[in-house]
C-alpha cells in the first residue's frame, strides 16, 4: 500500500489539477503471492489461473511464468493468454461454447475442454473427427451434496452449469462410442468467495471420491481432479482472510489418505489477484443530503462494478492531499459516516455505504483494497462515456 500512496502523490505533485483516477497493480506482490501459494500446494497439485477474473495483459504476463497453466472461458481469453505465451498449458470451460470456439480450441492447442452437456459432448465429437484431432477432455459435473457456500453458487443446486452428477453413467456409456474424445478426469468448480478453509478440504475431498468411485464404476481412466476456484477474499473484514497455508497443510492429509491420487488441479482467479490491485479516485465533491454525507469521486461502478454488485462497502483507506488551489475554502468533514458515490447518473453508483471517515476533505483521494480480481474486467466502461481510469503496473 506504501508503494501505491508513493506513486499517487508523486503523480499529484507532476499534474496537481488533474482529477486522479487509476487502477494501480503491484505486481512485484502478486508475484511474490502467486510463488508462495503455489509452493505451499501439495506434490501432484496444479495452479491455474482463471483468466477472467483479470485479464489485463501485464497481469497474464506476469502470471506466465508462475503458474502451471491458464482456465479460459471464451474463445477471446484464448488469443489473450495465446499472444503472450504459445505454449503455456490452457484449459478450456464455459457453458455456451461455440462450434468455432471449439475448433479454435483445439487449434490453438488446449490441453482440457471441459464438457459441460451430452449436446456439447456430441458437438465436440463431430468437430474432433471432422478435424481427425483426438482431443482430451474433463467432464464438468454439478454435484448433488451440499457445498461449500459462496458469495455465488454455480453447482450444488440448479443452474446452467456442468452436467448434473446423476446424468455422469449415462454420459460415460455413451462417451465410450466416441473415439475422437479422450476423458482424462472431471471438473468440479462449484462456488466463489468461500471464505472457510475446512469446508474447502471437504469440498475438494468428495471431488476425488466421486471422481475414484465413477473411475472405478464405469472403468475409465481417471488422470484429473479438477476442484475449480471459489477461494474467497473477505471484503468485509479484511484481517481476516482466507488462511491458504491452513488449507494446504489439511489438504495434505486428505490426498494421502486417497492415493494412489489423480492429479488435482486448481483455477483460482480471485484469490490470486484481488490483493494487489487497487482503484484510486479522487474526491470531485462533498455534500449533505437528507441528513446524510456523500462524497463524490472521479470515477465509480463503471470502472470499478464490484461492490455495486454484490452491494457491499468495499474496504478503502483515504490519501491525504495536501494541494489545493482554489482561492476559496477547502470543504471538510471529520468522524462521520459518508457514502462514496461515483460520477454516473444512477443511484446505484456507490462504491462504499455510510463508512465512518476519520477526515475527508475535497481532492483528497479513496483507495480501494482487494480491486485486482473482478473489478475493470466486470464493469460496464461505457455508460456515460467518461474517460478510462489509467491502468498503471508497478514493480
Ligand atoms: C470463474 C471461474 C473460476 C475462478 O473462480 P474464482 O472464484 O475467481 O477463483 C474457475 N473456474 C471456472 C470454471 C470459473 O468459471
Redesign the pocket.
Known sequence: MLKIKNYILEQKLKNPKEPFCAYLYDCSALREHVIQVKRSLPDGCQL?Y?V??NSQAKIIETLAPLVDGF?V?SYGEIEKVRAIDSNIPLIF??PAKTDAELRGAIEKKVRYI?VESLHELYRLHEIASSLEAKVSILL?VNLHSPLPS?Q?Q?AGKATQ?GIDESQIPNVLEKLKEMSFLQLHGF?F?S????LDEEAHVRFVSLCIEKAQQWAMDYDVPLSVV?V?????VNYNEVDQQFHWSDFTNQLKQVLKEKEPCPGIYF??????TAACGYYAVEVLDIKQNHGKWFAVVRGGSHHFRLPAAWKHSHPFAVLAIDHWSYPFPRMEISQVPATVAGELCTPNDVLAREVKVERLRLGDIFIFQYAG??GWDISHHDFLSHPYPEMIFLE
Do not use: Q
Open positions: 491455474f482463471a477472467k477474473a482456465e472461458a470451460g464455459g471441459h464438468r459462496g455465488l454455480m452449469f471438473h468448480h462456488m466463489s468467495n468461500n479438477n475449480g476456484g471459489g477461494i474467497g483455477e483460482c482467479g480471485r484469490f490470486l480480481a473482478y
